[in-house]
Structure formats: structure tokens, C-alpha cells
């Protein structure tokens, strides 16, 4: 399977590499727009290959953590991030969500008590993210997680589950 790696790139270099890492160990295609085997488009926009490939990935793991992220190049009201989410959305690619337990933990005081400036996030446009993948439609399961091993953990337990999500006719669609 295609497995589209979401998430800011800058503050997660070490679980990007252990869930890259758990993905080739099962047999899956990572896809991580920071790595030299990501397709690239020479003339294309790099934002649009990651929201092109998102949207055509068999599955979708989302990382959100304390860093908003980069401004969306064509809406700088969302993030590169937010993009791929809402592309890979659009297109019933199944999501799997991921927020840092501090983000989510803090992000239900901060719904309560509007302006109350963050601590374990950078910017309030993350906890609205979170309240954007919480309030998608299907339904998308979020975890919060201490640590990557939080995540490897899950995705190790969850591959059966996912699987039986994406069956076969949609794969070779995709292929």
C-alpha cells in the first residue's frame, strides 16, 4: 500500500524516520515529501505534489503536533499539512490521526477559555486543526500519543483494521 506521511517536517524528523521505518518493515510505499524517493514533479509546485499524492495514497497517517506549520502556498489560512488532510479527505482516502496528548489535553482548555494563549502549542490554529479532523466527516478516529512508540504501537495493532478498509477493486483503481 501507498502510505502518505502527513505532518510538519521540521519538528518530527525522528518519528517521520520510525514510522517511515515500521512502513517498509510491513511492505508498504511510504510517502514522505521529505525523502528523495518521494515523486517529484519537475515545474510543479512541491505543495501541490504532496496534496496530488495525498489524495491519491491508499492510506493517510496524520501527525499533528505543537508546530502550525508552513502556509499553504495557494491559502495561507491553512497549512501544507491541512491541505494534504482536506485532499486525501475529499478523495475517501482512509485517515489515520495522531495529535500529541499535550496538544489535545490543552486544546480542550483552550475551547473553554477562548484567547487563552497556548503552552503545548505554537499557535492556536493547531487546536483548530484538531477540532477540523475531529468534526470530518466520516467520523476519523484520533489518538492522542506520548511518543512515537504511542503511534508504532497503534499502527502495528490497527493494520489488520485498515486493511479490510481499503479492498481490493479500490487498490487496483489506485494502481
Known sequence: MRVFLSSTCYDLPDAR????RLLIEQGDTPLLSD???FPISPGE???EVCVREAGNADVLI???DRRRGAPFYRDTNI????AEFRAALAASVPIIAFVRRAVFDERATWSRNPGLHPVHADD???FQFVSEVQAATPGIWMHPFA???DIVDLLRNWRRPIISKVDD???AERT
Open 79 to 82: 497549512t501544507v499539512t491541512q
Open 35 to 37: 525523502r528523495a524517493t
Open 17 to 20: 524516520a520510525v514510522i517511515e
Open 124 to 126: 492556536e490554529a493547531v
Open 147 to 149: 511518543d512515537v512508540t
Open 169 to 171: 477493486a479500490t487498490l
Open 45 to 47: 509546485h512541491r505543495h
Open 62 to 64: 496524520l501527525v499533528i
